[in-house]
């Protein structure tokens, strides 16, 4: 937090109103910076993710430079665009506007793919200030006559790098070549890998930069565990942690979509209410086990990389990574959803042998070693998977005298050899 006040920023009364019921007391960091930018009209390239704050930084200028311009939408002419990757991030983001722009006589609509489109089409024709949208359904929409783009002058591209990951570069640039060439455009991003960069040039006239240090906050405030248990121990241990009452609110990742159900079952039978989400789940099925956890109805949430992407529920108390994500990213994106703007939190992750590598590759990423935890599932195997001592100590065991395995190998290797 910072020690600016909304006020000093700049922003219009009603949404200083706004804040204060949404009890926003300070601006975060990213928006200190960027809405005193964003208020004079300049172009911008915000490098931070999601639990910084980013997305009130865009919407409250956008907001404000609408209320203040008193110009409003005609039917299927938005005013702004904010294009998001997942149709969760496009509705948490649709959520925000509506909250800060509750005092202002503004229309909001978000569109996006997997439900039928006709009440998005009747937003559309009543006119909305602020669209939200995911790339796909948006070029569908723009097919069909429903949009046009050609009076649209702020454009927002929200989680730039995961756009990419998922494709949709292409339909991006397709909609940006829709917007008229004289418009405000901020691009957002947790990472800036070159192909991002690139677009950014295209899309950016000379944007200033503003940078919340990737990750850095996140990772610094929470308390990161890691048990070494075998697969086949992972769902006694995982019933065990959840007898503990503090664990309140907790998202638990798996790899795989068939996992993450396994494991919401088994969290079922122990009496516990769990929820699994991912991407073989309707778009209804995702958002009411998401409104469920929220409210929190339902205290677990099983959920897959792709399906938690850009999920903003405040107070997860505890991430869990039943299963070690193979991208050292996802493990930094995974535990961001708990120590969300500024409060603290606990990641635990479950690692097995055979997942050690995305262990080291992680920690070689975060610079920073796991706090590892003993307990009762700890088996000989998964203790044997081994602390530094006695790493150096068996290498120095097996250089004098070579184990009876370790001979047999060297005979098979010799054998091959010839
Ligand atoms: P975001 O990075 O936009 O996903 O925001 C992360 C979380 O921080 C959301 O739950 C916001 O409601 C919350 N938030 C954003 N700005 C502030 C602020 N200035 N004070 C308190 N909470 C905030």
Redesign the pocket.
């Known amino acids: 937090?910072t020690d600016i006040t909304f006020s000093e920023l700049g922003l219009a009364a009603p949404i200083l109103r706004a804040?204060r019921t949404?009890?926003?007391?300070?601006?975060?960091p990213i928006?200190a910076q960027a809405i005193p930018l964003l208020l004079e009209g300049g172009d911008l390239l915000g490098v931070?993710?999601?639990?910084?704050?980013?997305?009130?930084?865009f919407a409250l200028p956008i907001l404000n430079r609408l209320s203040v311009s008193g110009k409003r939408a005609g039917p299927r002419q938005p005013q702004a665009l904010i294009l998001a990757p997942t149709r969760e991030l496009a509705i948490?983001i649709g959520e925000?506007f509506k909250a800060y722009g509750r005092y202002l006589e503004l229309r909001y609509a978000t569109v996006y793919g997997g439900v039928g489109q006709v009440p998005q089409v009747k937003a559309l024709r009543r006119g909305v200030d602020v669209l939200i949208a995911t790339p796909g359904r948006l070029l569908d929409l723009m097919g069909q006559g429903h949009i046009a783009l050609d009076k649209t002058a702020t454009l927002v591209l929200d989680e730039a790098d995961r756009m990419l990951d998922m494709g949709f570069i292409h339909d991006v640039r397709k909609i940006v070549a829709a917007l008229p060439e004289r418009r405000q455009s901020l691009l957002f991003s947790a990472t800036m890998p070159r192909e991002i960069a690139r677009l950014a040039d295209e899309i950016l006239d000379r944007p200033k930069r503003v940078e919340v240090a990737p990750s850095a906050t996140p990772v610094e405030l929470i308390e990161q565990r890691v048990y070494f248990v075998e697969t086949s121990r992972k769902r006694a241990l995982l019933g065990d942690l959840l007898k503990d009452p503090d664990l309140a609110r907790v998202i638990i990742f798996t790899r795989t979509k068939h996992r993450a159900n396994r494991v919401a079952d088994q969290i079922e039978k122990l009496g516990i209410k769990a929820e699994a989400i991912h991407g073989n789940k309707s778009q209804n099925a995702r958002q009411r086990a998401l409104a469920a956890f929220r409210n929190g109805s339902v205290p677990i949430l099983v959920a897959t990389d792709i399906a938690a992407r850009g999920i903003?529920i405040?107070d997860v108390s505890h991430v869990i990574n039943y299963e070690m994500p193979n991208e050292p990213e996802s493990y930094v994106h995974r535990i961001g959803r708990t120590a969300?703007?500024?409060a603290s939190g606990v990641a635990i992750s479950l690692c097995d042998g055979a997942e050690r590598e995305y262990l080291r590759a992680i920690e070689k990423l975060i610079k920073k070693t796991l706090t590892p935890v003993a307990h009762a599932h700890e088996t000989d195997a998964a203790h044997n998977t081994k602390t530094k001592a006695t790493e150096s100590k068996n290498k120095k065991r097996y250089s004098t005298r070579p184990s009876a395995k370790r001979r047999r190998n060297k005979g098979r290797q010799t054998r091959q050899a010839a």
């Open positions: 937090m804040l949404e009890n926003y007391n300070t601006p975060t928006q931070a993710q999601t639990g910084t704050g980013k997305t009130a930084a948490q925000g903003d405040d969300r703007a500024g």
